[in-house]
Every structure is written in structure tokens, then in C-alpha cells.
């Protein structure tokens, strides 16, 4: 099916309705939307079968509710592409046994070490807070056993981490 001459394509549709969508939720300002937002929807589009669904709008507001299905998934593709970015972006910390954990500092000044999973967030294996100390649960490296907060701090120090075995 083809669209009529003259009218938007689907894709062009779907695109409005994601940047509506992200306007709507605050995910994006209006200043934001710019030619390399759009060439990223599109490109979600084409990779999302499910954001390819033709959308048809009625006189009937429940079906159009259900008509803009499409632009919805394309704005959540876009929030796990921006998910899946920043989870990647995050600094890694090797353990002194060689384990390697993803960092994600969260507020209050705490650090979250998970497992890596294909270069994402895996699993949450420790809690370090921001004056260095492990928290009340999830201490310890599940590999060696070492306090995670003890191990960073001799890390930190190059003349006493020469001396760790």
C-alpha cells in the first residue's frame, strides 16, 4: 500500500508522532530537534518493523489513539538507543583478582558496580558511597571476595597499591 500523492509518507508520520510523543514526556526540548534527531528516528524506523505499522487516522478519537501506536514505539526505540549509549559509555573498574565491573555513579555520591554484559549494565554485584565506604549490603567483589570501597582506595594510592598482592 502505497500513500496518496502529495500526503506524508508513513515513516514521515510515524517521525512526527515520536517527536510529539518526546516533546510531550520532556525528553526533549523543542530547540533539540534538529536534522540529526530526525536522521536517528528514521533510521530507528526502518530498523523497527513494529514502528513501520501503517497509521491511519479516523473520525473515531479511540481508534486514533490506537493509530499512533507506532510513533509511541519509536519514541520508546529511541529512549533504549539513548539507554543503551549511555551504558556503554560507562567507565569500567578492574578488581585486583581482574574482574571487570561497568561504574554507574548514582545520588546520593554512590557508586553501583555491575557485571558486564556485552558491554552493557549487567547484573548489580556492589555499592561503594561517596566517602569510599562499602555500603550495608553488596561489599564485597563476588569473585575474590575483596571489599570493593578497600580495593578502589589502595587502587587510588599508586605507592601503597604497589605493595598489594
Known sequence: MTDAPGSPSNEDVVVDIAINVLLGKGSIDPE????????????????????Q???VFTDDPWR??????????LAAALHAAWQQEWERSLPVWTCTCGSAFK???HWPPRKHLHRIDDDMLGDLVGTVDGRGHGA????????CGRQFAATMARQADPQRALFDV
Open 53 to 55: 505499522t501503517k497509521v
Open 64 to 73: 486514533n489513539m490506537h493509530a499512533a501506536r507506532p510513533g509511541e514505539y
Open 136 to 143: 550495608e549490603r553488596n561489599r564485597d567483589c563476588p569473585d
Open 103 to 105: 561504574v554507574a555513579d
Open 32 to 51: 533539540y530537534v534538529d536534522d540529526e534527531l530526525i536522521a536517528t528516528l528514521r533510521r530507528l524506523y526502518r530498523e523497527n518493523e513494529i514502528c
